[in-house]
């Protein structure tokens, strides 16, 4: 497996970690978890993707920034981005 594979893997499970830890952080957010099966994908508000990531950007450019956890949190909220945009 090539380098670039094995970080991407690296990556993914940590972005996967994270939605697992917020999971009840997520299911008040979003209504579910999207680390259910149930999830609705289809349900994903444009609006809000770009607000919670506007605040992730502010949490990452802070001074005191634990930068590898806050390039998790903007990955997932791009992601999410790039589902809900997949899908209109």
Known sequence: ???LNILLDEFRAAMLEKFYRRRSRAIA????SVTEDSFDWDALSLPHIEEHLR???QEWLAPDADRAAEDVDLANMAFLDWVARRQR
């Open 1 to 3: 497996m090539n380098r």
């Open 29 to 32: 957010r979003w209504g579910s």
């Open 55 to 57: 605040e992730e950007i």
